[in-house]
């Protein structure tokens, strides 16, 4: 298949809660993954999207495949996109933050060390052990270009990265380093490690991001299918913030328009024919404040439901995509 013509090659966790949370997050955007050889396959498709083809791949291989322009977009976390790439920004776009693997990359250090509790403090200790023991803090963690660019911008240069393969939370305990760099979403291991995080040692606050490459060779059948994925993600993602107020209102046309601004909801039809509902959107946290004000202004059988979809012209997913590629 020529590059004109070329499919879009979606890059899917393969394994474990990160691909069940990505076939959920696709499948209430009405975009079933359909394995091509069955469970154990690594190859598939998008039930109803031609032109498109889902990789099921490991989390960093989804980074790399980003980056090479060999998968178009890829659900990964923002942290191996940021320890991977060090031209993150130039070779992929961020596009939306899907809302399940969150994890933040922390800086966590003995809770033995009671006056060490900042970046600073961190310093002080780093020259300290050099004039003492004529040696350099040793940092263990698997984040090693994440480390590096956070400990510059704090001015710490006197450490040593002792690169982790195991079980980053041990190293101090077993005694290859002093303190770690490390991913946490709860930080009950480190504490289980007698490990406490920097007061401002969270280098990043992550979780699964839909991504899509700068370098991928985007044909006019990929943007095809991008167009109906994003579309769809973003109607369920703009559904899922609103609810649609339906409500029997005697006010013309200019006294509905004026209630709506005021309560900060959309007509998305319009103003309602003589005799008709009027039907409006508004925010979920805003909602029993509109039913109110439409109570004040008279109306009846005032009823609240979530739709399932929002479809609007604009798509601020698309748009983030087309200014880029």
């Known amino acids: 298949m020529s590059q004109t013509d070329a499919q879009l090659v979606l890059a899917v966790p393969s394994k474990g809660r990160l691909q069940e949370n990505a076939t959920a997050f696709f499948g209430r955007a009405g975009l079933k993954f359909v394995k091509a050889s069955g469970e154990r396959g690594y190859r598939g498709t998008i039930a109803g999207v031609p032109g498109a083809e889902v990789a099921f791949l490991s989390a960093s291989e989804i980074v790399s495949q980003l980056a090479s322009g060999a998968a178009h977009l ?56 050099r004039a003492r023991h004529g040696r350099k803090l040793r940092v263990a963690t698997k984040y090693v270009n994440l480390t590096r660019r956070f400990f510059a911008e704090h001015g710490l240069a006197d450490y040593r990265i002792v690169e982790s393969l195991g079980a980053t939370e041990g190293a101090p305990a077993a005694g290859t380093a002093e303190i770690v760099v490390d991913i946490t979403t709860t930080g009950a291991t480190l504490a289980a490690n007698a490990l406490k995080v920097l007061d401002d040692g969270v280098m990043l606050a992550s979780e699964a991001n839909l991504v899509a490459s700068v370098r991928a060779p985007w044909s006019e059948t990929a943007k095809a299918a991008v167009r109906t994925i994003l579309s769809r993600i973003a109607a369920e993602e703009e559904a899922r913030t609103i609810r649609e107020v339906r409500a029997k209102l005697d006010l013309d046309a200019s006294g509905l328009a004026a209630l709506a601004a005021e309560a900060g909801a959309r007509l998305p039809f319009g103003a309602a024919a003589a005799g008709a509902p009027a039907t409006l959107h508004c925010l979920e946290k805003t909602v029993f404040a509109l039913v109110e004000r439409l109570e004040r202004a008279g109306a009846d059988d005032i009823t609240v439901s979530a739709p399932a979809y929002v479809f609007r012209r604009s798509n601020r997913l698309l748009e983030r995509l087309t200014s880029r590629i």
């Open 74 to 129: 890829g659900i990964t976390g923002e942290d191996l996109v940021r320890e991977q790439l060090s031209d993150a920004d130039a070779a992929v776009e961020m596009l939306t933050p899907l809302g399940f693997g969150h994890a933040n990359v922390v800086v966590a250090v003995p809770q033995a060390w009671i006056d060490v509790r900042s970046m600073a403090d961190l310093e002080d200790v780093a020259s300290t052990m």
